[in-house]
């Protein structure tokens, strides 16, 4: 079906009436508004539609001749007339900014009242007596009476204001855009959907400029692309070595721990970040580990404790080497003499 049949539209349609039709039928047809299984598919098919017939606007084929001298003003300008861009705070986890996709945004407008295809009026089933004139046709005025404004001197009415939009004409609207995004954006950053701005009349639309915030994230921060996160370990566990799971967006991965103390220390893995995008390489996954020691041991971790204790004071100076040099200092059978 042809592009400007399937947005209902006439040959040689404008920007602003390709937008407007377009916003009309992607209320009806997106899939979070609509149930119908076929409404994804032709959702796609209507977007696809819009974008080609705007970009057939942006991009006239050429014609034989000179150009007249509007077209020669406008490709000495380098521009085509566009309408306004339109700006916009797309807020995302940082799941979603990890993965990228496509993601569904409403964005407020405006357009003519569907009720009264923007007349701002509504025809009265029946004429009713003007109520400001009682239905003489004549008000009081600065010389005598006067044509009443409000029924045109008639004395009764056949329209009323469009009780849709009380009588401007025209009706907030929310127009679903979808958006794709590149995997790895970082807060702070823009992207731009060409064609979702405002488009007025006779104008190609401009462009939709989306402002990237970052929610606040309970485990993860981000140090430029660096991903950096937290974890707790028991200390026995630092002191052994061994694996450790650590949690990333896209899955647990599995770290090597090598033996050491039982103290805070960091690991490091290149490139195990957040996803690089325009030629920027991936930033390093960084994870602070923090000791924590056992609590309420039972009767079987007490002994244990009590058995590793008795390993560690049969050789001091290398298990517990400040425990012994304390010890040894001050635990001396005889006092130093002063």
Not at 126 to 131: K, P, Q, S, V
Not at 264 to 281: I, K, N, S, W, Y
């Amino acid at each position: 079906m042809d592009a400007h049949e399937l947005l209902g539209l006439a040959p040689g349609a404008s920007a602003h009436d390709i937008k407007r039709s377009f916003r009309r039928l992607a209320m009806l047809w997106h899939p979070d508004r609509n149930p119908d299984p076929h409404a994804l598919e032709h959702f796609k098919t209507l977007r696809a539609a819009y974008e080609s017939l705007l970009a057939e606007l942006a991009s006239p084929p050429p014609e034989d001749g000179p150009p007249d001298a509007d077209e020669g003003d406008e490709q000495a300008g380098g521009t085509t007339p566009r309408g306004a861009d339109r700006h916009h705070d797309l807020t995302l986890t940082i799941e979603a900014a990890f993965f990228g996709g496509e993601r569904t945004i409403e964005l407020d407008g405006e357009d003519a009242c569907s009720a009264c295809a923007g007349s701002g009026e509504e025809v009265l089933r029946h004429t009713r007596l003007c109520a400001s004139c009682h239905g003489t046709g004549r008000t009081p005025g600065g010389h005598g009476l006067a044509p009443c404004r409000h029924c045109a001197g008639r004395g009764y009415l056949t329209k009323q204001a469009c009780p849709s939009c009380h009588g401007s004409g025209r009706q907030r609207t929310l127009w679903p855009v979808i958006v794709r995004l590149p995997a790895g954006m970082l807060d702070g950053e823009e992207l731009r959907v060409a064609g979702a701005g405002d488009a007025a009349a006779e104008l190609a639309p401009g462009d939709l400029v989306l402002h990237i915030r970052l929610a606040p994230h309970e485990l993860y921060r981000l140090d430029g692309r660096n991903l950096v996160l937290e974890r707790p370990v028991s200390a026995p566990r630092l002191l052994t070595g061994g694996e450790l799971a650590i949690p990333l967006p896209d899955g647990i991965r599995t770290l090597r721990l090598e033996p050491g103390t039982a103290t805070a220390r960091t690991l490091r893995v290149a490139g195990a970040g957040f996803p690089g995008r325009d030629g920027q390489a991936a930033g390093d996954l960084i994870v602070h580990l923090q000791p924590r020691l056992p609590e309420a041991p039972d009767e079987a971790m007490r002994s244990l404790l009590e058995e590793l204790d008795a390993l560690a004071a049969a050789n001091h100076s290398r298990h517990l080497p400040d425990v012994a040099l304390w010890e040894t200092r001050w635990l001396r059978e005889e006092p130093e003499e002063p």
